[in-house]
T-cell receptor, first 111, second 116 residues
Framework: DAKTTQPPSMDCAEGRAANLPCNHS???????VYWYRQIHSQGPQYIIH???NNETNEMASLIITEDRKSSTLILPHATLRDTAVYYC????????????FGGGTRLMVKP | GAGVSQSPRYKVAKRGQDVALRCDPI?????LFWYQQALGQGPEFLTY????????KSGLPSDRFFAERPEGSVSTLKIQRTQQEDSAVYLC??????????????FGPGTRLTVL
């Protein structure tokens, strides 16, 4: 699976949008972009995934550039409960394909 | 509904002891994964089961680590002769699908193992 690069940490004010970037310049055509987050002392939680179109669900939006070499996860109205480590993962989807976590971005939402 | 559960949540072992960590996946989930997470790092893959078959154990760090899922449901990760470097959180994840793009893995809360 392709390697991803994320900033190690970011701050965001409560109620504002949090924009978390991810670079994946070596992504291949059959690989999706997945985002998971891990709140302290919990297991990782799936947020969203996409191939090349922008995606939105009740948790977040995912914006993937046209060349697919980077993406941005957007939390539209960050709350204190969104404080977590956010992992951007690029992987092909087949049964048994494990998640390869990098260092992630530690997002701190501040009041 | 019930998510993935793991037990015990915390385990303290003396160096050299054997430990067994249990994972109860979501009912009906075919795929089961074990990950190891060292302090301050992201989880790292250990092994993968599809039903009762262990299809990938490439991430197991040594032959002291052994995993099983005999009936295709509950899984146990066993570590023999524990060492201090085995101290970590051990995470279990399960997923339903078998190859679609919606390949969400559901994680349990993990077992924090401390080896003294």
């Amino acid at each position: 699976d392709a390697k991803t690069t994320q900033p190690p940490s970011m701050d965001c004010a409560e109620g504002r949008a949090a924009n978390l970037p991810c670079n994946h310049s070596t992504i291949s055509g059959n690989e999706y972009v997945y985002w998971y987050r891990q709140i302290h002392s919990q297991g990782p939680q799936y947020i969203i995934h996409g191939l090349k179109n922008n995606e939105t669900n009740e948790m977040a939006s995912l914006i993937i550039t046209e060349d697919r070499k980077s993406s941005t996860l957007i939390l539209p109205h960050a709350t204190l409960r969104d404080t977590a480590v956010y992992y951007c993962i690029v992987r092909a989807t087949y049964a048994g394909n494990m998640l390869t976590f990098g260092g992630g971005t530690r997002l701190m939402v501040k009041p | 509904g019930a998510g993935v559960s793991q037990s015990p949540r915390y385990k303290v072992a003396k160096r050299g002891q054997d430990v067994a960590l249990r994972c109860d996946p979501i009912s009906g989930h075919v795929s089961l994964f074990w990950y190891q997470q060292a302090l301050g790092q992201g989880p790292e893959f250990l092994t993968y089961f599809q039903n009762e078959a262990q299809l990938d154990k490439s991430g197991l760090p040594s032959d002291r680590f052994f995993a099983e899922r005999p009936e295709g449901s509950v899984s146990t990760l066993k570590i023999q002769r524990t060492q201090q470097e085995d101290s970590a959180v051990y995470l279990c994840a399960s997923s339903l699908q078998t190859g679609s793009s919606y390949n969400e893995q559901f994680f349990g809360p993990g077992t924090r193992l401390t080896v003294l």
